[in-house]
């Protein structure tokens, strides 16, 4: 059995020192819970602001030293983690995923593809998505959108994905119709899905996150009674760590009797 920690975090931003102190106390109660993967929200360590205000906002420094701190944590408490944050590379910004092992190397990264309207103003899509082998199970990196697009879900298909992490901001508006597409993912690639979500009110407006983060699977798949997700019992606006799991060996020996969608051509 795998158990996940899915820390669901504000929304709003912290001065750097501040939240890389939240962020090892909960990364430190995972530990103590005996998890093994460890999975932040979409651009967990920044506000996703439109237009200049992001180009404003970002800085590569603060980035750099968000990412050696997740290694150092990946490292300090033998955790695989993923998380979600901002890069530039050639002057370009990407909406970016990585997933660290608990030895603390940088196994690998997906820059988000299926941009947002508004993220097309400052960001830069990625091109590729793959997986990365661990002893947690085949992970595939997303970020928000990239979900709804069966294209790029295919290829992760392509390569046998098991566990697909979703990493994403969303506001409350849309999340039930996001929840409705991951469900319907779990089927189509056979596979579980850890979505991970910020949450609470964004500082100055009236826009809301409700979080939703959890664990989903494919029930014929999973052996979980339950329909699709596990309920952690929190409220959507829990800052905290969700906890869930998803029991591999059952997962792959049921994955091999079951039907198994293939490659979808579309003349």
Do not use: W
């Not at 849309?174 to 500082?203: E, M, N, Q």
């Not at 983060?213 to 959507?236: C, I, Q, R, T, W």
């Amino acid at each position: 059995m795998v158990n996940v920690g899915i820390v669901q975090l504000n929304i709003n931003t912290y001065k750097q020192e501040e939240f890389f102190n939240k962020c090892e106390i909960y990364i430190e109660e995972c530990s103590r819970n005996n998890v093994q993967l460890v999975c932040f929200p979409e651009c967990f360590n920044y506000q996703l602001e439109l237009g200049n205000s992001l180009n404003n906002q970002f800085d590569s420094e603060d980035s750099k030293e968000c990412i050696d701190f997740i290694l150092k944590m990946a490292r300090k408490y033998k955790l695989y983690i993923v998380c979600g944050t901002l890069i530039s590379e050639n002057s370009k910004l990407y909406n970016t995923a990585i997933v660290v092992s608990p030895e603390g190397e940088l196994l690998g990264m997906h820059k988000k593809i299926n941009l947002t309207f508004f993220e097309k103003e400052i960001i830069t899509a990625g091109e590729n998505v793959h997986c990365y082998e661990t002893h947690v199970g085949k992970i595939g990196l997303l970020l928000g959108n990239d979900i709804n697009s069966f294209t790029i879900c295919q290829k992760l298909l392509d390569e046998n994905v098991e566990v697909l992490i979703c990493l994403v901001q969303i506001p409350s508006e849309f999340s039930d119709s996001y929840l409705s597409i991951v469900k319907a993912r779990t089927i189509d690639l056979d596979c579980f899905i850890v979505v991970a979500s910020g949450c609470g009110i964004k500082d100055n407006t009236n826009l809301t996150f409700k979080g939703i983060s959890n664990v989903y699977s494919n029930p014929h798949l999973s052996g979980n009674n339950k329909l699709f997700e596990m309920d952690h019992g929190k409220d959507a606006f829990f800052e905290g760590v969700v906890y869930g799991n998803y029991d591999l060996e059952s997962f792959r020996n049921k994955r091999n009797q079951v039907y198994r969608p293939n490659k979808i051509t579309i003349s």
